[in-house]
């Protein structure tokens, strides 16, 4: 059974930092790429970061290039999320999700960790 | 960025009926639509892959068809638990991007 489970999100301040991270089980990891997807207060789902199986690839939407970074560490079936200068608008919950083969569908889900930012 | 706009925005239905839902696409994106179902208080699911792939395990009851820019996710006999909110993705070009959602509802 594919298994995902979030941690780290907590209460930041404006400006602040964050690390978010992603067990996996029951699959294996490395032969998948992997994103974090975040649904905002209002319940909109944004796209966060994506990384391919292997870890030499990652993409960002500018929303987040150069505050986020993704990574990976496929020995210990972990993903990550360091997320920088964060901005109130960053408040979300946020998903790590795995890929469906090679494809861009979002297979399967955590269930989220919420990032609040405020002072 | 391709921005995905579903309709309606909501959906208020009655056990037993047929529904579709719409998403349309800001400019052409192949098949690379995608569609997540969402209950309350629980993660999102994959429904459909690829506009009209279906996803083992869903029931049979869920179908999505279209191409380009207009696409739709058909339920035949909506059950009870199928209320909830459905999303639309693309995958054709980055950034990857989702509609803004269809609750559907009890009449």
């Known amino acids: 059974e594919v298994k995902l489970v979030e941690s780290g999100g907590g209460l930041v301040k404006p400006g602040g930092s964050l690390k978010l991270s992603c067990a996996a089980s029951g699959f294996t990891f490395s032969s998948y790429g992997m994103s974090w997807v975040r649904q905002t207060p209002e319940k909109r789902l944004e796209w966060v970061a994506t990384?391919?199986?292997?870890?030499?690839?990652?993409y960002y939407p500018d929303s987040v290039k150069g505050r986020f970074t993704i990574s990976r560490d496929n020995a210990k079936n972990n993903l990550y999320l360091q997320m920088s200068s964060l901005r109130s608008e960053d408040t979300a919950l946020y998903y790590c999700?795995?890929?469906?083969?090679?494809?861009?569908?979002?297979?399967?889900w955590g269930q989220g960790t919420l990032v609040t930012v405020s002072a | 960025d391709i921005v995905l706009t579903q309709s309606p925005a909501t959906l208020s239905v009655t056990p037993g009926d047929s529904v579709s839902l719409s998403c349309r696409a800001s400019q052409s994106i192949s098949n690379n639509l995608h569609w997540y179902q969402q209950k309350s208080h629980e993660s999102p699911r994959l429904l459909i892959k690829y506009a009209s792939q279906s996803i083992s395990g869903i029931p049979s009851r869920f179908s999505g068809s279209g191409s380009g820019t207009d696409f739709t996710l058909s339920i035949n006999s909506v059950e009870t638990e199928d209320f909830g909110m459905y999303f639309c993705?693309?995958?054709?070009?980055?950034?990857?991007?989702f509609g803004g959602g269809t609750k559907l509802e009890i009449k």
């Open positions: 999700a795995r890929h469906e083969g090679t494809t861009a569908t979002f297979a399967y």
């Open positions: 993705q693309q995958s054709n070009s980055w950034p990857q991007t």
């Open positions: 990384i391919s199986g292997g870890g030499s690839y990652t």
